[in-house]
């Protein structure tokens, strides 16, 4: 076979694993490329929010005072910021799954030395569905509240 036979050969072979890469890469992510999409175990998936897509975070591996603000909305208070815990998520950013407005309800997640209310909260659903910010309001996880 000659230099340029085999250059065009090879060049072709190249372009015909591209080509079935990239078929193969959309047929399987279903998500944008760059994106990928979070593994949901069978365990992860019976935890009320997990259908949204986000990572599943167990309560236990968030802020210590997450924990604390999710025991305040288990007792229904007294929140440390009765104006702002229990209102309204208006979800303007759309991170969470899109509902009706006073679907979401949002409560603080105290951040140790800030003089502010801080940028962390909780979210919860109307199904019992937790969020957790840690960013206000930039990312999101689905938090399992049972570990």
Request: proline residues 8%.
């Amino acid at each position: 076979m000659s230099p340029g036979r085999r250059l065009t050969v090879a060049l072709v072979g190249l372009l015909a694993l591209v080509v079935i890469g990239w078929f193969v890469k959309d047929s399987t992510s279903g998500a944008p490329p760059g994106i990928t999409k979070p593994l949901v175990t069978e365990s992860a998936s019976a935890v009320p929010g997990a259908a949204s897509g986000l990572t599943v975070e167990a309560l236990s591996k968030l802020p210590a005072e997450a924990g604390r603000t999710w025991e305040l909305i288990e007792a229904n208070g007294p929140f440390p910021y009765p104006r702002n815990d229990g209102v309204t998520f208006q979800n303007r950013e759309k991170r969470l799954p899109v509902k009706n407005s006073g679907y979401y309800k949002e409560y603080t997640v105290p951040t140790p030395g800030s003089q502010d209310r801080g940028a962390r909260r909780l979210v919860t659903g109307s199904e019992r569905e937790v969020f957790y910010t840690g960013d206000h309001y930039s990312t999101f996880v689905v938090v399992d509240v049972t570990k």
